[in-house]
């Protein structure tokens, strides 16, 4: 039991809670067995439904009554007190009690209450939110997606280096390379903040990470670059387009395979390769993003998702504690 990861979950953030969440905790816990869940939020409901799906000695409840809208604005998040579920299970892991925290609440309210319980990582100056990437070669670390909008060369190479550490520590046999989002490849291109973090990274001989150069739009998905880097305006832009196209495509392809007699044969024949390129840009199966640059790892998952869906988060959640991801950036720099 003392090798087991120990995850903070508010149970009570995200569309369909508790439900959803514990359902994601129960399916988790059934392909592998190496978490204790310390959960927050209604003790009542939780047991319910959890009850003889897990042995007991895997988790823990703790009871709270309140919890954090997802129509609340950052502040008023922060504000409706120490006893939220988001509140509760963030301070268990600032107090030591657990490994990561992991909501699928309020995006904002979560940075927040992150950022007022936990410090940051010595010469970091902003947190970044980070998540992970299909490409053709395998996956991709992007951030910043949101969490500042504004970024000075100080801010852009802190992510690169936070970037690699979290790449390595998921996936530790690889050294990443790391690319710039512009909007062109050539080095006089974009504005003055991404040409002097141009030439910072290019003087920078690091043993951690190569850096590529610039990379524009339409090569996030050639998986030249492993890491992708950008500020929290750009980077959201990017993933809502990214997202937004691939569910597109894969709704269209679903349609023209079966909206004829020919097409219906087809779907027939195809309908393995398609299941394969569906389950690929499933964005279940990447979901799970990371608050980076606090001294503590922080995972928001999406709170749209399935349990499924939320299964996977607590995947990327062990993956983070086992990788050493905190000591790594530390370490970094």
């Not at 939220?84 to 892991?93: D, I, N, P």
């Not at 190479?157 to 990443?176: Q, R, V």
């Not at 299964?311 to 504690?321: E, G, K, Q, T």
Request: proline share 2%; net charge positive; aromatic share 6%.
């Amino acid at each position: 039991m003392s090798e087991l990861i120990k995850i903070a979950v508010d149970a009570m953030g995200g569309d369909g809670s508790p439900k959803k969440i514990v359902d994601g905790i129960i399916h988790n816990h059934k392909s592998k067995k190496g978490n204790f869940f310390k959960i927050f939020g209604d003790k009542e409901k939780i047991s319910r439904l959890i009850y003889k799906k897990i042995d007991e000695s895997f988790y823990e409840i703790i009871h709270t009554v309140n919890s954090i809208k997802s129509t609340d604005s950052p502040l008023e998040g922060a504000k409706r007190g120490k006893d939220t579920s988001m509140w509760l299970a963030v301070e268990s892991v600032k107090n030591k009690e657990t490994d990561i925290v992991i909501s699928a609440g309020n995006t904002g309210a979560l940075l927040v209450v992150s950022k007022l319980n936990l410090k940051m990582i010595d010469n970091i100056d902003k947190p970044a939110l980070s998540a992970l990437w299909p490409n053709k070669k395998g996956m991709s670390v992007v951030l910043d997606l949101g969490a500042n909008i504004e970024c000075s060369s100080k801010n852009l190479l802190d992510f690169s280096i936070m970037g690699a550490s979290l790449y390595t520590s998921l996936y530790p046999n690889n050294k990443p390379n790391i690319g710039l989002l512009n909007i062109g490849s050539e080095e006089l291109k974009g504005n003055e903040i991404i040409k002097e973090t141009y030439q910072i990274l290019n003087e920078k001989n690091s043993k951690n990470f190569n850096f590529s150069g610039y990379i524009e739009g339409n090569h996030l998905m050639d998986g030249e670059v492993n890491v992708i880097v950008s500020d929290g305006f750009t980077g959201n832009v990017a993933l809502k387009t990214a997202e937004g196209t691939a569910n597109f495509i894969t709704s269209e392809l679903k349609t023209a395979m079966t909206s004829s007699i020919i097409g219906k044969i087809s779907s027939l024949l195809n309908i393995s390769n398609f299941k394969k390129f569906k389950k690929r840009l499933d964005p279940r199966l990447y979901n799970g993003a990371i608050f980076i640059g606090l001294d503590s790892p922080v995972v928001k998952s999406h709170g749209g998702t399935d349990f499924i869906g939320f299964s996977n988060s607590l995947d990327v959640c062990n993956r983070i504690v086992k990788g050493n991801l905190i000591e790594k950036i530390k370490q970094n720099i």
